[in-house]
């Protein structure tokens, strides 16, 4: 069975930093499309960034573009997302999703997600 | 700004056949598949179509999906009180060049 452990959530200050991992266990990690989505309270989930099964190519929403980034580790079957200049519009649970092989849009599983509160 | 637009509720009553509309233009549902996800309120949204028709395994086969020209729906057959969630819809868009999400629908299990 694929799991997916978001860590790393908190309390941030505006224009402070976070970073997210997301363990994975159940599936060949060095070979799946990996993204962050995230869900903003009473909202819909919104697609943040994805990143190749080398890490060599990523994508970013323009909401997150020069301000988050996105890595991994295959060898310790991890994903990352490096949060900077945070603002309290980017309070959200933020989920680590494995992408469905040709399904742009298909994400699954999903992982139990990390709340993220950017506040003074 | 490019949108997927659900009707923010449904119902209906076990047993009964309840669908769900999503519509978009043709830079998204117009040249993209569509997917679906249903979310129990507390827990992680769940894919329960993809490729605008196919289920995963472990769906049942009363939730069913099609797509028409820039729109798209999702029909559960037999409800039961076990669907109560809310069921939101995405699709990749050329023209932002990223996946969007409806705003989602609510369906209540009468």
């Known amino acids: 069975e694929v799991q997916l452990v978001e860590s790393g959530g908190g309390l941030a200050q505006p224009g402070g930093s976070l970073r997210l991992s997301c363990s994975a266990s159940g599936l060949t990690f060095s070979r799946s499309v990996m993204h962050w989505v995230r869900q903003a309270p009473g909202k819909g989930p919104e697609y943040l960034s994805g990143i190749l099964d080398s890490g060599e190519t990523t994508r970013y929403a323009d909401s997150v573009k020069g301000r988050f980034a996105i890595s991994r580790d295959n060898s310790k079957n991890t994903l990352f997302l490096q949060m900077t200049t945070l603002r309290p519009e980017d309070t959200a649970v933020y989920y680590c999703?494995?992408?469905?092989?040709?399904?742009?849009?298909?994400?699954?599983?999903w992982g139990q997600g990390t709340l993220v509160i950017v506040s003074s | 700004q490019s949108v997927l637009t659900q009707p923010p509720s449904a119902s209906g009553t076990p047993g009964q056949r309840v669908t769900i509309s999503c519509s978009g233009s043709s830079s998204n549902i117009g040249s993209n598949t569509v997917t679906w996800y249903q979310q129990v309120p507390g827990t992680a949204p769940k894919l329960v179509v993809y490729?605008?028709?196919q289920r995963p395994s472990g769906v049942p086969d009363r939730f069913s999906g099609s797509q028409s020209g820039t729109s798209a729906s999702l029909a559960i057959s037999g409800l039961q009180s076990e669907d109560e969630a809310d069921y939101y819809c995405a699709a990749w868009d050329d023209s932002l060049g990223g996946v969007l999400f409806g705003g989602g629908t609510k369906l209540t299990v009468l």
């Open positions: 490729d605008n028709n």
């Open positions: 999703v494995k992408g469905l092989v040709g399904v742009p849009g298909g994400f699954d599983p």
